[in-house]
Structures are given as C-alpha cells and as structure tokens.
C-alpha cells in the first residue's frame, strides 16, 4: 500500500480480496499465543472497514477485547492471491448494522437468525495491507 | 487436539495440512499490530515440527526474534479445510538441514538455490492446532 493514495489503495485491495469467501481472523491470546480461525467474509465492497458475524461470547471476542490488534488473511491458492490485513478489532452489537449486513445464507452458523440474541459483529479496521 | 494421544494429533493434523502449498506466517510487529505473509510448505509429512525457507534478514526474522510465538494457517477451500497451528518459531542456519529440505523448485524464490548465503529456515513448533 505505496505510492498510490489512500483511494487507491482501498480499491486495489477490495478487488484482491473480492470473492475471497473465508478469511482466517488472527489473535493474540491471554498466554501471548497466536491463534486464528475461519471468518465468513462480506459481500458487500470493501470500503477500508471489514465486518464479521461472529457470536458474543466467543472466545475471539474477549481476546480482541484485551488485544485489539488483529491479521485477516486471505487465500486464493487458484490465482495464488495471498493478502495480509492489519488492524484493530472490536465487538459490534448495533441492531441495525447487524440487519444491513445479515445474508440468510449465515443462517447455517447462526440457526436463530436475526433473533439469535449472541449475533454480533467484529469490525475491523484496516491500518496495514500486503500482497 | 483434544481426546487423541499426541501421535494420533500429530497424525490428524499432518493429513489436514497435506497437499496445501502455501501457508499463511502471521508474526507480531514490534508495534504489537499482526503480519502475516505467505511461506511454501515442505511436501515432507508433519511430524510436529514445520519448517520454511527464509531469507536469514527478512523482516519475519526479526519479528519472531522479538516475539517467537506465531501462528500458521492452512486454507483449502476448494474442501472447505481451514487449520490454526500456533507455535514458537526461530530462525535455522544449518546447512545439513537446509540441504536436507531443499527442493529446486524453490529456485523461484532462491535463485541462488543452496549457494545463496542468506539462505535459512524458520523451524515453527507446533503447540496447539484447530480445525
């Protein structure tokens, strides 16, 4: 993310992690330990700020309150597209973000849907990309 | 890795990793903010150590100098196979080693293959995965 400015950048790396479907959500843990785990990414234009459903009570959602500093990478092994975000994360219970941002298609993961009382969202802010 | 005796965690794990080439480093900055970039995986069978070729002075290097606790993760989502391992990594000079795990397709990356001076390995132990 060099040389070209911040509107650029947003864009060269929203077309880069475009229909990337998983993305891989790195931790820092209590012990120091790095941890990650599969994400479901958004459809929706990556405009600088990345969403994730997640549960409440997860265990990322602690540790991101204790260490908001997270990596979302994403792999594309097919076109060998491999993408490195840095950023910090925190919990997101706002009803109506959850609304906008909700697919059915989740409803595999959150069974209850819209009414399941633990949906929530990570929201990422992006600081630092590489490709 | 819960309820099986480490051999057969090891075992699990070496069969879910196989076959994935690339695998995402993620290391922590000394600024505390999370990088990960993509490593070439080793074709030999994980028996609970993994090892990447580096150059002795990349940035990586220095970063798991300051804070050996790492994580790498495995995406094949053409399966829909998504691994964590978190781990301890440093930095291995040994020629032996280094001849021993070498590949020429790596000359894409070393050009200077085993004659390259700056030439290494990250030997990550494995300390905890998730699938």
Chains 1, 2 share one sequence.
């Not at 549960?55 to 309150?65: L, S």
Request: with cysteine.
């Amino acid at each position: 993310m060099t040389g070209d400015t911040p509107e650029q950048n947003v864009k060269k790396l929203a077309g880069l992690i475009k229909g990337v479907k998983v993305a891989m959500l790195t931790t820092r843990c209590p012990d120091g330990s790095l941890r990650s785990r599969p994400m479901l990414t958004q459809e929706a234009d990556f405009d600088g700020t990345l969403w994730f459903f997640t549960r409440a009570q997860a265990p990322k959602v602690g540790e991101v309150e204790r260490h908001e500093q997270v990596n979302v990478s994403y792999a594309a092994p097919e076109d060998e597209r491999y993408v490195s975000v840095s950023g910090t994360a925190r919990l997101v219970r706002d009803p109506r973000k959850i609304k906008e941002l909700w697919n059915p298609a989740y409803k595999a993961w959150f069974p209850q849907g819209l009414d399941d009382p633990e949906l929530a969202l990570l929201r990422v802010e992006a600081e630092r990309a590489e490709y």
